[in-house]
C-alpha cells in the first residue's frame, strides 16, 4: 500500500538534545512538508521540498534542519535551538505543489523533558 | 498573508442531526482544502475546491469566491464524524502560500 509513515510515534528527548524525526513516502510525489501543531493553533509550515536536493523554509524554520537526498525521505532535525520544541509533527507530501491535495503521515509527538 | 477563521471552534450535536462547518478567508484564494483530523492525530484531505460544490458520500463542500467562504456540511451525522476538521487555503506561491485555520471539534454523540 503507498502512503507515508513517519517514526516514532511517541519520542521523549532531553532538554538540549538533537533529535530527528523520520519521514518516508511511496507515493511517488515530488513535494514533501514538515508541519508543526500546537494546541489551538493551526498547522504551521517548518520547512517544504520540491525536489530532492532542494528545500525551503516555512513560516517557522528557525531551530529546525533538514535534507533531502532521496526523493521517498524527507528527515526533520529538532536541535537544541528550538526554544519550545514540545509539539505534534506531521509530514505530508503532494504530487505538486502546495495547491494540490496533500497526503499526511501519522504524526510523531515530540516531548522534550 | 492570508486569515482563515473557521466556526464553530466546537461543535456537539446528536447522531443524524445535520452540520455545518464555516470557513472564512480574507485574501483571495487558487484552492480551498477541507482536512479531517481524527484523535490519533491523523489528517486526512476530504475535498479541494476551486469553484463551486464538491459532494463525497454525507460529505459536501461548498465555496463563494466572491464572499471569500466555504462551507463544508454532513448529512445524517454518525458517531464516527467526530473529529476535527480544517480549513486550509492556497493564496500564492512560496512558504507562505498554504495557510491553516485552526479547526473545528466536532463530536456527534449517538
Known amino acids: 500500500d503507498g502512503g507515508i509513515t513517519q517514526s516514532p510515534k511517541y519520542l521523549f528527548r532531553k532538554e538540549g538534545q538533537n533529535v530527528t524525526l523520520s519521514c518516508e513516502q511511496n507515493?511517488?510525489?515530488?513535494?514533501m512538508y514538515w508541519y508543526r501543531q500546537d494546541p489551538g493553533q493551526g498547522l504551521r509550515l517548518i520547512y517544504y521540498s520540491q525536489i530532492v536536493n532542494d528545500f525551503q523554509k516555512g513560516d517557522i524554520a528557525e531551530g529546525y534542519s533538514v535534507s533531502r537526498e532521496k526523493k521517498e525521505s524527507f528527515p526533520l532535525t529538532v536541535t537544541s535551538a528550538q526554544k519550545n520544541p514540545t509539539a505534534f509533527y506531521l509530514c505530508?507530501?503532494?504530487?505538486?505543489?502546495?495547491?494540490?491535495?496533500?497526503?499526511f503521515g501519522p504524526g510523531t509527538r515530540l516531548t522534550v523533558l | 498573508k492570508n486569515e482563515v477563521e473557521q466556526s464553530p471552534q466546537n461543535l456537539t450535536a446528536q447522531e443524524g442531526e445535520f452540520i455545518t462547518i464555516n470557513c472564512s478567508y480574507s485574501?483571495?484564494?487558487?484552492?480551498l482544502h477541507w482536512l479531517q483530523q481524527h484523535p490519533g492525530g491523523g489528517i486526512v484531505s476530504l475535498f479541494m475546491?476551486?469553484?463551486g460544490k464538491k459532494k463525497h458520500g454525507r460529505l459536501i463542500a461548498t465555496i463563494n469566491i466572491q464572499e471569500k467562504h466555504s462551507s463544508l456540511h454532513i448529512t445524517a451525522s454518525h458517531p464516527r464524524d467526530s473529529a476535527v476538521y480544517i480549513c486550509a487555503v492556497f493564496s500564492g506561491g512560496g512558504a507562505d502560500g498554504l495557510t491553516f485555520g485552526k479547526g473545528t471539534h466536532l463530536i456527534i454523540q449517538p
Open positions: 485574501v483571495g484564494i487558487s484552492a
Open positions: 475546491l476551486s469553484s
Open positions: 507515493l511517488n510525489h515530488d513535494a
Open positions: 505530508a507530501s503532494s504530487i505538486g505543489d502546495r495547491a494540490d491535495t496533500q497526503y
